[in-house]
């Protein structure tokens, strides 16, 4: 019988669970949650995104989507505006306020990954994320 450390899933569930403790608890200071996070990182890659985009894209379900983008919102991060395609919808974006607060937190992001791939020489992590890079890719685009 194989111990769970033998198990790739596992360990890739148990650093994930590691590294979202560790980037909630940076981010408890300012009311939000990873996953508040992750969607202003989508947005910052966009010029706006329909919700149910928003849903599909990241994951989640379409109702704590809305509860997100409400928070967010009330942040001054991110803003609903009529979609330029369909005057019926509206679009998600990325406020200054939120590009702002994104730049605040790239230090702290980047103090929870090293702290996270401290056992690792650098040549290690970049092989790393290349190969989970690619693994990401392929499932997104499944």
Not at 64 to 83: C, T, W
Request: hydrophobic share 40%; net charge negative; glycine share 8%.
């Amino acid at each position: 019988m194989r111990g769970l450390h033998a198990d790739t899933g596992y360990l890739l569930y148990r650093l994930g669970l590691r590294s979202g403790q560790l980037f909630n608890t940076f981010l408890q200071e300012s009311g939000l949650r990873l996953r508040h996070y992750a969607l202003l990182r989508f947005l910052a890659t966009s010029e706006g995104a329909l919700q149910r985009e928003l849903s599909s894209q990241l994951g989640y379900d379409p109702s704590a989507i809305v509860g997100l983008v409400d928070d967010l919102e009330k942040l001054g991060f991110a803003e609903r505006r009529p979609s330029p395609d369909d005057r019926r919808s509206r679009i998600v974006v990325l406020t200054e306020d939120g590009r702002a607060f994104l730049r605040d937190t790239d230090e702290a992001g980047l103090r929870v990954t090293n702290d996270l791939l401290q056992p690792l020489a650098p040549a290690e992590r970049a092989t790393l994320h290349a190969l989970l890079q690619r693994v990401a890719e392929t499932e997104l685009n499944s």
